[in-house]
């Protein structure tokens, strides 16, 4: 099989590549011309196509010849919902359009997020029909899966919304860590918040699994390791104990500090045409629990998680320190 994998020099997109690579699949990583390749350089059967979703001509010429898609590319932060939709919303119609010349035997797995549902009002799991994301990049998300969802009569669709990923080559939760080596207390408020997480090698897992699976066109799927956590429990003592070391004050960042605070730096992105990542909305999203549940996905996938968050942190944390990240 070959295989078109966006975001294949991203987090995720590794794993997925490093996983199709080992099962003896061809993949073809779709990359920036910025992209740091050296981790796909060094796996078997791997071909670097250089171009962006945004751009349709480099999405055509990536996907010519391959049997499925699995795209995992897309912003986590931009300069303005304009950019998220750019890239998040219309890189995946790209796609969808492009492959439709692969149709009907081509599968394509497109992975979204748990913010494009929005979050769980009372700290059950929320419902896969709930469409209320609460920041830009969940919006252009929930956009970007409707789309998939819309061509699901010409092209064999699966929609994946991973929860929280983490693990080995994880720039984003990079800096937590930090914080919890550096005897800080990365919880925010009272740190009650619930959360569900997913290793990142096992959300590849979903992804590959999905490829073939025999499910409906169109269906949608949560991907989480089936263990919500506080934010206190997580990042105040399963992350600390991973690392060794425990806070020396454990009093959570109070919500209205954390504010002020975002009210700056989207301040300091604008005047510099920068995307950062703390803004009014990310912050907002912190007032609320954030949990799904994947019963259905391992059921219809044949999917379980192979790591809770107990040994992914562990995992995680060996990983820094043998790479020097930490």
Known sequence: MKVLVTGGSGFLGSHVAEILSGEGHDVVALVRKTSNTKFLKTLERVTLAEGAVEDRASVERAIEGVDAIVHSAGLVKARDEGEFRKVNTQGTVNLLEAAKSLAPKARFVHVSTLEACGPSLDGRPVPADQERPLTAYGRSKLAAEQECIARKDELHTVVLRPAAIYGPRDVEILE?????????????????????????????RA????????VPSGSVYFVDDGRPMTMREAWGEVVPSAVGKSAIVKLGVPLGLLSVASVGVEAYGKLRGKAVMLTREKVNMLR??????SDKTREDLGWSPEVDLVEGAKRTMRWYEDHGWL
């Not at 992804?207 to 025999?214: E, P, R, S, T, Y």
């Open 176 to 204: 937590a860590f930090r914080a919890v080596r550096r005897r800080q207390y990365p919880v925010i408020g009272d740190g009650s918040m619930l959360g569900c997480y997913v290793f990142g090698p096992d959300c590849a």
């Open 207 to 214: 992804c590959v699994l999905a490829i073939n699976a025999d």
């Open 288 to 293: 609320h629990h954030w949990v799904c549940a």
